[in-house]
């Protein structure tokens, strides 16, 4: 046995942030509730972000006012003196407007920012949930939804700060106007809620189609996820050209959603603004009949078309604003909920063991693709290897690892406890389960093992694992990055720093899926001699066909067609030359 090498302490976790407070999704939940949920979620920011956007947005309409008065009380007196104070109070409300739009805009971004770090979170945690989804969900869809739909409802933060001052401008429009002329306050004020009103008989279409194109987006990015996960398989058969005809197909629907999409969205924002500009020019000509018969001063016309102006921006950016954003963030909305309601696929449980109980573990019931009865009862500490077909193999590990509804039981502890009743926590110590693929994080070899256990069991695992060469051949040793899901390692350098984390694991009974199915006979021969050493006074469960790994385990157990288990050998020390095994094997 090579002795460990001398590590220093290379990783510590980073400091948790304050949780966020999670938006509130109950059943009842709809889509519309949960995007004015979003819409009020940070008010802490919003709130001060709405204040100075209505100062903007006010600001800008003041512009025009105080030009009227400064040319009515002012200029057309000759007054220099007057001037120049109106020259400071117009200097005063471009601050004022200047101000408003910069911070507003920088704290609403903010808000908008942190909402959806808290949506992200929301369903980044519901995905990873140990209980998992009791309806499978493409791993496509489901990135899908934790970016482009989350960062789409965030946006409906806006909808409690642009449409505000909008609204807000409109009012102190409207307000001015009818002090001047109050025929023209009352087409302004009676001319919004029409607006709205157009705006929301407008929507459906967009609603619709806009729903339509994320969710054949979803879809899209589901078979090209599934497609990059199945490469290997896809060539294995050579069925390359069927599986770029199927996403070529995805792709082409989604591609003629997103065009529809745009379509209607195109002619909904059209409409919207040409409906804007014809009411603009309404009031612009009742002002200007008005001016011509004297009814109006110079000043007040010059503050009546500037207003004109002003109005046109809000009212045609409340059916951008309103109308586009509510649309697209109540149709992400539905999709995010479709995650967030999810039900899940087992009960979460509360039970603990004692810490001094013994495992062992046992599964009994309906396994296999034809569900006959298994009795599998593992060892409480050693090596285990288990020789079944693929169907068990996978029936056994998911029921250990309680990623699907029960179909079998399966129980741990001298008490006989089901693995189900237990909590997260004591069942993660009692059995884990390391899956055949195990992918590695974003990060370096030395970080990656370090997630396994205790930092004192991280070189024992490399070693046991035979990492010790794989370190000495990376350019930065423990410190050399894997790249996203460990592709810049080789296939074998992958598995063995998979391996080596499952390895540092300090669960009572550890299960493994043909751990070595990528290294060579080599490696393999010396990972089997050390994997008995590497867990001490715990078991180590190996489902596998390798004739190496068979012959270095403790206990070989057998499941056979009609699913009865069979000892094949039970020892202390390992058989290395047992002729059972080969010819189980056989």
Known sequence: ?????????????????????????????????????????????????????????????????????????????????????????????????????????????LGMNTVQHRLRTQVTDRILDPRGFRCRQ?????????????????????????????????????????????????????????????????????????????????????????????????????????????????????????IGARRSEGAYVAAMEAVAALFVVVIGVFAGLQAVDGSLTVGQLITVVGLTQVVMAPLQAMGTNVGKVWVAGTASAARVLTVLQAPFARDGGTRDLPDDDA????????????????????????????????????????????????????????????????????????????????????GTVAENVALGGASDRVAPALVAAACDDVVEALPHGLQTQVGEAGRLLSGGQRQRVALARALASTARTLVLVNPTSAVDSVTESVIADRLGASRPGLATVVFTSSPTLIAAADTVLAVNADGRVEVVRSTGTPDRGATSDSEVLG
């Open 1 to 109: 046995m090579i002795a460990p090498p001398r590590m220093p302490v290379y990783f510590h976790a980073p400091e948790r942030p304050p949780p966020h407070r999670p938006i509130r999704v109950d059943p009842d939940t709809t889509a519309s509730r949960l995007v004015l949920r979003t819409v009020f979620a940070d008010v802490r920011r919003t709130l001060p972000a709405g204040v100075l956007t209505v100062a903007h947005q006010i600001g800008e309409a003041l512009v025009p006012v105080v030009m009227g008065l400064a040319i009515d009380r002012a200029v057309a007196t000759g007054d220099w003196s007057a001037t120049l104070r109106w020259i400071v109070v117009l200097a005063a409300v471009f601050a004022m407007l200047s101000i408003g739009y910069r911070f507003g805009s920088r704290i609403g971004y």
């Open 359 to 442: 495992v062992p573990v046992r599964i009994t019931g309906p396994l296999g693709a034809d569900g006959r009865p298994v009795d599998l009862e593992f060892p409480a500490a050693g090596v285990t290897a288990v020789l079944c077909d693929a169907e068990t193999t996978a029936a056994a590990t998911t029921l250990l690892a309680r990623t699907v509804p029960p179909t079998g039981t399966a129980t741990v502890g001298s008490a006989g406890v089901d693995l189900y009743d237990l909590s997260e926590s004591a069942a993660l110590a009692s059995v884990r389960v390391a899956p055949h693929d195990g992918a590695l994080l974003e």
């Open 138 to 258: 493409p791993p496509g869809a489901l990135l899908s939804i934790a970016t482009a739909d989350v960062q789409r409802l965030a946006m409906t933060v806006a909808l409690g700060l642009y449409p505000v001052g909008e609204l807000a401008a409109i009012i102190f429009c409207g307000a001015v106007l009818v002090a001047i002329s109050w025929p023209l306050g009352i087409l302004v004020l009676l001319g919004a809620p029409a607006m709205l009103w157009c705006l929301d008989k407008a929507g459906g279409s967009l609603r619709s189609r806009s729903e339509t194109e994320q969710r054949t987006a979803a879809d899209a990015a589901g078979t090209a996820a599934d497609l990059v996960t199945g490469l290997r398989v896809v060539k294995g058969i050579h069925a390359e050209a069927e599986a770029g005809r199927r996403h070529r197909a995805a792709s082409g629907r989604a591609l003629a959603a997103v």
